[in-house]
Every structure is written in structure tokens, then in C-alpha cells.
């Protein structure tokens, strides 16, 4: 703060003052400190804001930016920015009052500590929406700011990376890009690399903002030099936080095509992301681990190879076992996207027991959105052999699947993703037992799938004809037969084809409890 004798010794000289006129002024001088330090306290509670507006603080506050004294200065600036954060029409009135103007054009002149005010109001007006954050760049701020990443002292280079990140969060890429043309990257790549935890989480979360949006300034933060070397190596800093927001940048790099996941693969992530991120306790920051590795999957067969050669499966299972609810979902579509490239790499989340994790995890789950994406994993494992299929129709897959598919809605999301699930795996089964099981209440959709691998199988091997009689499987057919149409009629008496014209008819009539009881014994037909 500005001493009495320094504020007023430039105005006029303290020896032609009268005594009665320094009183004034210094009563003038402590009433604005009172008022604006008011106002910056009274701001910090929601259940004033109205109030403020309505009394017109604005009008009010605007003068005291330019106040002669810096406390004020400061104290005007923060309570400008926790109003303009509370609410978007005095976001709005500080852009119609000009003061953005205002702050930018004060920015290079004034001190360390309102330029970190200034910064605060800026970041309080973008935040709202994509006009709001391009009033903020129209009015100069990104030169401005970019410039104060250069100071030295972290909190102003903070507060200038706060509100770079809240004008690049908005869904309109242009803002991003216009960040990154004016020079953030670079300055921000050094911010990561300060000693200061809070400076490297804020700098890191806004490279993540702006690399999220395209392939082309995800492909700016990747290939500017160390930047994702010293993200990578964040990965296991003391700060939990700051782990969290590196995961969540990598993933927002890794996302778009495979060229940007390779470089996020190639700056060293493991095992730093297994040891220090996947396997930790905090949930945050397991989960934006695994989307990370998930991104990468799901780029191409030759990334997901290399996460597997990581020993990334195991942590991604045991994950998928520990998590409830919609946080199980990265470990999900990681399971799936490695087990869909091909049978190798689906036998080796089989193997790390994946598939009892999913079905498990399909039974308990709650969302629809999340019983869709592991209906899909489960179809990208049974896809591929008869023996995975028979993997998972020892963990009663199917009949899981089922039940999540007569529950859903038609035509939803879920209804598709389990209809493709359970076909893949219906065309993989070698197993009658599980086909069999889908019978008593399966839709006639499923059914015709159903019948045609019953087909197929009864045809390749007959000795499991007569097992598949005394099961009552074929007594079901008969039933279903009665109300069938079309290719699913078709498909029961091709099966009915395969058995003897009597074994058919005696099973039409119903009476299978006798034959099981051992009075008959229709299998010594020469047929068989």
C-alpha cells in the first residue's frame, strides 16, 4: 500500500497543505479502502451478488481500476472477478462497460499483484460462454497474458494461465487457436516445468484445453520440444493433482489419431502410469489413467500390442472389479478395443480373467449407457474363435446378455449393442448348453440365430443329437415351431430335417417325461 506521503506527494506538496486538507484526503483515501474492501468481501457470498448489481456496484467499482492508490486498484479487480464469476450478466456488464479494456491496457504498467487481479477478472468473464471468451480476446487479453507467463513471480504466470485455459475450454476450437497463434504453448510447456505444483497444474489442464479439441493443436502441444516429456514425467509427482491433469492431457492428445497417441507413447509414460497413477487410491485419478490408456487402444492394433506388452490388462481387470458405477466405464472400452483387433489379444484379456470382470460388471451395473459399452466389449472377445465364445459361455455370458437385452428398450443403444453381442457370440458357440438355455426366452430374433448355429452344430457332429433331444431342447423347438414364420420356420425344420420323421413327431406330442423315465427308447432307430 501506497504510504499517505508517496500518494498525495505528487499532487501537491505536503508543506502547502493545511492540516485540515490532509485530514480530508486521508478520510477520503480510508473511506475508498473501506468501501472496496467491503465490496471484495460481501463478493466472496452468492446470496449478495444481486444485491451488488442491483445497487449499481459496477458503476462504482470501475473508477477505483484506475484509483491512484494499488490496494484499491487490487481490491476493485477481485471483487469485479468474484462477481463476474458468480454471474454471467455481470460478466456481461463488465464487457458492455468496457473495463476489459481497461484491465488490458493496465496489465504492463501496473504491479505483480494486480496483474494477478486482472488476470482473475478476465478468467471470471471467459469462463461463461464462447461470446464472453471472445470479447476477452477482442479486447487485447491473449498478448497481455501470454506476456505475464513470462513473469517471474508463479502466481501471476498462474493467474494468466487460468484464464488462457478458460478461453480454450469453450466448444469453438477457433478460441483454442487463437491461444496457441498467440504464443501459450511455448510459454506454457515452461510452466510445467516450474518447481511450483499449483503453476504446473494450472499450465498443464490449459495445454490439456487447448489439445482437445483437433488433431492440429493437439499435434501443436505434442511436438513442441519436452513438452510431453515433462508431462510424462508429472506422471508421478508427489502432487496427486497434478498426476490426475497430466493423465487427462495425454488422453486429450492421444484421442485423435494414432500419430498423436504413438507420441504420447513414445514420451515414456509407463510404468509411470501403471505405478503411480492406475494403482493409486485416489478414484480420480485411476480413472483419467485408464482413459488415457484406453485412447491410445483404441488408435490401431500395433498401440493397443504395446500397451499389453506393458502389463497393462491385469491393472485394467482389477480396476474394472474394484469400481462401481460409470467410472468403470475407460476400463471397459480399453478391454474392448484391445480384445476387438484380433484373437490373440482378446485371448489375453481372457486370460487375465477380463470377460468374468465384464459379465460380472454387466449383472451389477445400473446404467443403461454403461451395460451398452460392456455388451460391446463382450462381443469384440466372442467374435473372433469358437474358443473364446466357449470362454465366454462358461461364464454364462449369453444368458446375461439376454436378460440386458429383453430389459432394454427397443431401438436404444443397449438394445443394439446387446442384439450385436449376443449374434457374435451365438455364431461362436460350440456348446449346446448355452444355446439351449436362450430358448425359453429369447425374442424370435434371437432365436433364429439360435436355431441356425443349433443347426450347424447338430450337422458337424451327431453324436450330440440324442443329448439334444432328451434335454427337451428339441420338445422346444416344436412349441416355438407352432407360432414361427418366415426364415425362423424355415431354420426349426431344417433342424427337425436332421432327425428321424418319428423322433420328431414323438416329440411333437409331448411326451419327453416318459422317454427320460427309460419306458422308450427311441435312439435304436437305424438312423442313429
Avoid at 215 to 224: C, D, F, M, Q, R
Avoid at 486 to 493: N, Q, R, S
Wanted: hydrophobic share 40%; proline share 3%; aromatic share 4%.
Amino acid at each position: 500500500v501506497v504510504s499517505t506521503q508517496s500518494t498525495w506527494g505528487l499532487l501537491i506538496s505536503k508543506k502547502s497543505m493545511s492540516k485540515v486538507v490532509l485530514t480530508a484526503f486521508e478520510e477520503y483515501q480510508k473511506e475508498r479502502v473501506k468501501f472496496v474492501q467491503t465490496i471484495a468481501e460481501m463478493s466472496t457470498q452468492p446470496k449478495n451478488v444481486e444485491g451488488l448489481q442491483a445497487a449499481g456496484v459496477m458503476k462504482l467499482l470501475r473508477p477505483l481500476l484506475l484509483d491512484n492508490v494499488s490496494s484499491i486498484q487490487q481490491s476493485a479487480a477481485l471483487a469485479l472477478a468474484r462477481l463476474a464469476g458468480y454471474s454471467e450478466e455481470i460478466a456481461e456488464a463488465i464487457v458492455a462497460n468496457q473495463i476489459l479494456t481497461q484491465l488490458v491496457d493496465s496489465l504492463s504498467r501496473q504491479n505483480r499483484f494486480y496483474k494477478k487481479a486482472a488476470a482473475y477478472v478476465l478468467k471470471s468473464v471467459a469462463q461463461h460462454s464462447d461470446r464472453l471468451a471472445q470479447c476477452v480476446i477482442d479486447a487485447g487479453a491473449l498478448e497481455a497474458l501470454v506476456n505475464c507467463l513470462e513473469e517471474f513471480d508463479p502466481n501471476v504466470k498462474e493467474g494468466a494461465a487460468y484464464a488462457l485455459g478458460c478461453i480454450a475450454k469453450h466448444s469453438n476450437a477457433a478460441l483454442a487457436a487463437e491461444v496457441a497463434k498467440a504464443g501459450a504453448i511455448e510459454h506454457l510447456s515452461i510452466c510445467i516445468q516450474d518447481p511450483e505444483a499449483n503453476l504446473k497444474k494450472v499450465a498443464t489442464n490449459t495445454l490439456c484445453e487447448i489439445a482437445k479439441h483437433n488433431p492440429e493443436l493437439a499435434s501443436k502441444v505434442a511436438t513442441h520440444p519436452g513438452t510431453l516429456k515433462t508431462i510424462a514425467e508429472n506422471l508421478v509427482h508427489r502432487d496427486l493433482e497434478l498426476r490426475q491433469n497430466s493423465c487427462t492431457c495425454l488422453s486429450n492428445i492421444a484421442k485423435h489419431n494414432e500419430t498423436t497417441a504413438a507420441q504420447v507413447l513414445k514420451a515414456g509414460i509407463f510404468p509411470g502410469i501403471i505405478t503411480f497413477c492406475i494403482k493409486e487410491e485416489k478414484p480420480g485419478l485411476r480413472k483419467h489413467a485408464i482413459m488415457c490408456i484406453q485412447e491410445i487402444c483404441g488408435q490401431s492394433k500395433a498401440l493397443a500390442t504395446i500397451v499389453v506388452d506393458k502389463k497393462c490388462i491385469e491393472p485394467l481387470v482389477e480396476y474394472l472389479g474394484k469400481t462401481k458405477g460409470a467410472a468403470k466405464l475407460p476400463a471397459v472400452m480399453a478391454l474392448g478395443f484391445i480384445s476387438g483387433f484380433d484373437q490373440v489379444l482378446a485371448k489375453k484379456v481372457v486370460q487375465a480373467k477380463g470377460h468374468q470382470a465384464l459379465v460380472s460388471s454387466l449383472k451389477e451395473s445400473k446404467d443403461d449407457h454403461i451395460k451398452a459399452a460392456i455388451a460391446w466389449s463382450l462381443g469384440q472377445i466372442g467374435k473372433h474363435t469358437t474358443e473364446l465364445g466357449n470362454d465366454l459361455a462358461k461364464e454364462k455370458a449369453l444368458e446375461v446378455l439376454l436378460k440386458t437385452y429383453l430389459y432394454a428398450e427397443e431401438n436404444s443403444d443397449l438394445h443394439k449393442k446387446t442384439s450385436g453381442a449376443l449374434q457374435s457370440m451365438i455364431e461362436k458357440c460350440k456348446e449346446m448348453a448355452p444355446l439351449t438355455s436362450l430358448l425359453k426366452e429369447a425374442p424370435g430374433k434371437i432365436i433364429l440365430h439360435v436355431v441356425t448355429r443349433m443347426h450347424f452344430l447338430l450337422k458337424e457332429n451327431k453324436g450330440l443329437m440324442e443329448k439334444f433331444a432328451r434335454n427337451e431342447s428339441l420338445s422346444k423347438l416344436q412349441e416355438i415351431l407352432k407360432t414361427a414364420e418366415g426364415p425362423l420356420k424355415d431354420a426349426i425344420k431344417s433342424v427337425n430335417d436332421l432327425f428321424p420323421p418319428d423322433v420328431v413327431k414323438y416329440f411333437t406330442k409331448d411326451i419327453l417325461a416318459s422317454m427320460i423315465a427309460g419306458e422308450e427308447d427311441l435312439y435304436k432307430h437305424d438312423k442313429y
